[in-house]
């Protein structure tokens, strides 16, 4: 068929506000794509995402709900608010069981999310390895979990950090690649092997 975009195909974006957007903005500006960011004022729009990572959040989200204590709740992709200009969404939070007020709510605060999970993508390298550790940290989140595809099988690698309260950034903890066995935020036991059933 083809032809010339017409004026009715073309799609206008949003021109920045000078001092950039905020989480108000990023929470009712219409027709964002879904899973858009925002880091720094300015909006993040994701890519199409791999099969790994999709399988990679099933695994875990499902690994965590299996024991995780009633007074905390496993969530998948939901936005997470630091301050006015930053509300990053990370791909799984841990979050007190009383933050999650409502079942239309579309955010959580930071001060309620006890562990963040970033599954790194080829276009998020960067953002899930330095921008959204250093900004998950900042904000106080205890637990910091980085996941990548690794080794000839392409399984997942977590890379758990917790957080140093005084300077505020994250110390690596351990490197799990067959079993992702811990005791905080509360005890965890899930087999990353798994993922060959997925």
Do not use: C
Not at 2 to 10: K, N, R, S
Not at 40 to 62: C, E, H, K, M, T
Not at 163 to 177: C, F, N, S
């Amino acid at each position: 068929m083809g032809g010339l975009m017409t004026a009715e195909t073309e799609h206008h974006w949003p021109v920045p506000p000078q001092d950039g957007y905020t989480v108000d903005d990023l929470l009712t500006l219409p027709d964002l794509p879904p899973h858009t960011e925002l880091l720094d004022g300015s909006l993040i729009f994701v890519s199409p995402q791999r099969y790994f990572r999709s399988i990679v959040i099933d695994l875990l989200a499902n690994g965590l709900r299996r024991t995780v204590p009633p007074e905390l709740k496993v969530v998948r992709e939901m936005t997470v608010v630091i301050d006015k200009r930053n509300g990053p969404e990370p791909d799984i939070v841990v979050v007190r069981t009383v933050a999650a007020r409502s079942r239309t709510q579309t955010q959580f605060q930071a001060r309620d999310v006890l562990l963040a999970v970033e599954v790194v993508s080829p276009e998020s390298e960067a953002r899930d390895r330095d921008t959204k550790p250093h900004k998950y940290a900042g904000a106080g989140i205890p637990h910091f979990w980085r996941v990548e595809m690794s080794g000839i099988d392409d399984r997942p690698t977590v890379h758990v950090f917790e957080l140093d309260k005084e300077d505020r950034t994250y110390y690596p903890v351990a490197i799990h690649r067959d079993r992702l066995k811990l005791a905080a935020p509360f005890d965890i036991d899930i087999d990353l092997a798994e993922i060959d059933n997925l």
